[in-house]
């Protein structure tokens, strides 16, 4: 539906300025905020940089649970500043979205009322210390994964920003995979809860680069307007092959028993997530989705004081501003 609009407004739209834009992208230059350019380009930036930053929003809350149980001083540091991170990211993106001529009060009242979404992996819970690891290590792995080619996304204040979080994301990555290397060369029941992390979060990681190319409705445009630069299954495959060394290392096993290398193609064969959980996760019905949204929205709420203060605060010293001229 959403494709068919798109070509729908595309008819609507200067034939000579959607061939010069198209141009302009296929020679690589960036879109800067001002310059004309399709509604359907619009708003499809407006859709992924907004779930976007929602995800990094959201994607506090799994290792926010943990910031008051990590085990050390330094590991509580450590998770801290992460988390902290994640919270810049989501409003270096929101910023880069609003030069986009959407408010960021507009995307948290459409991501609050379930207009928007975010991704599918902050609905699964994190119920152990080894899921710190995890997530760092398999979860923001799949993230940089997907954002170091959107550092050369055709729209420049996207493109900015992903250089920045690119930067941070892969301390997350480190960080995480060395908790991985403590617990699974610590006690057997390190190991054990390693494992076990892994074995929750393989399939939801894998998940997090979309559906196949098959059922991917927004890929073919995305990737024509270079909004999107790789196809969620060519992400998904250099995953696989950059992690399973990786777990190989930490004397870990891949909890899927088809996995095996490919002489011929050079890539590890791997057996698909269950696509059926992904869209009933999108549906709203994962493990934690109402949790987080509830979550948010409470948030929202608690923070609406701060809001108005900050509001009157500005009014007031414009008001003074304008007497004083
Ligand atoms: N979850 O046609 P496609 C992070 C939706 S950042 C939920 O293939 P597209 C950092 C999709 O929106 C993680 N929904 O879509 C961190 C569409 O629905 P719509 C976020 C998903 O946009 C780490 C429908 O399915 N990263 O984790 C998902 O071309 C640790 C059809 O799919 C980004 O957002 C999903 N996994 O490709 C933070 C990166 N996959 O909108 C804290 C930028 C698909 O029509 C802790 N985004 N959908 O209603 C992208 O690269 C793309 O948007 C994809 C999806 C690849 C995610």
């Known amino acids: 539906m959403y494709a068919q609009m798109i070509k729908s407004e595309a008819s609507r739209e200067d034939p000579e300025k959607l061939a010069a834009f198209q141009t302009r992208i296929d020679a690589g230059e960036k879109i ?14 407006i859709r992924q940089i907004g779930q976007h930053a929602h995800s990094e929003i959201v994607g506090q809350l799994p290792e926010g649970n943990w910031i008051t149980r990590a085990p050390t001083l330094e ?22 979205a609003e030069t986009l001529g959407v ?6 009242e459409m991501l609050l009322d379930g207009r928007m979404k ?20 398999l979860v923001d792995g799949a993230a940089i994964m997907n954002q170091v080619p959107l550092q050369r996304t055709s729209f420049g204040p996207y493109s900015r920003a992903m250089i920045r979080i690119c930067k941070e994301e892969s301390f997350h990555q480190r960080q995480g995979y060395d908790i991985m290397m403590k617990m699974a060369q610590g006690t057997r029941a390190q190991k054990r809860m390693a494992q076990d992390a892994l074995n929750r979060f393989w399939y939801p990681s894998l998940m997090m680069f979309g559906p196949s190319d098959k059922e991917s409705v927004h890929s073919e445009q995305s990737m024509a307007w270079k909004i999107k630069m790789n196809t969620n299954d060519e992400l998904r495959q250099k995953f696989v092959d950059q992690t399973v060394p990786q777990a190989e290392y ?66 007031k010293k414009a008001a003074r501003k304008v007497a004083a001229e």
């Open 118 to 137: 975010y991704s599918s992996i902050f609905n699964y819970p994190t119920l152990t210390w080894a899921d710190m690891g995890a997530v760092g290590w």
């Open 75 to 96: 590991r509580k540091a450590i998770l801290l500043a992460k988390v902290q991170d994640e919270a810049g990211h989501g409003l270096y993106l929101y910023c880069a």
């Open 32 to 45: 800067e905020p001002k310059d004309w350019m399709p509604q359907g380009y619009r708003k499809t930036l």
């Open 250 to 315: 930490l004397g870990l096993t891949v909890p899927d028993p088809d996995l095996k290398w490919n002489e011929e193609t050079g890539h590890y064969d791997f057996s698909q997530p269950d696509w059926s959980e992904f869209f009933d996760v999108l549906k709203g019905n994962g493990p934690c989705n109402r949790e987080r949204l509830a979550a948010r929205n409470k948030a929202w709420d608690d923070g609406k004081w701060v809001r108005d203060g900050l509001l009157a605060h500005a009014e």
């Open 103 to 108: 408010s960021r009060d507009e995307l948290t």
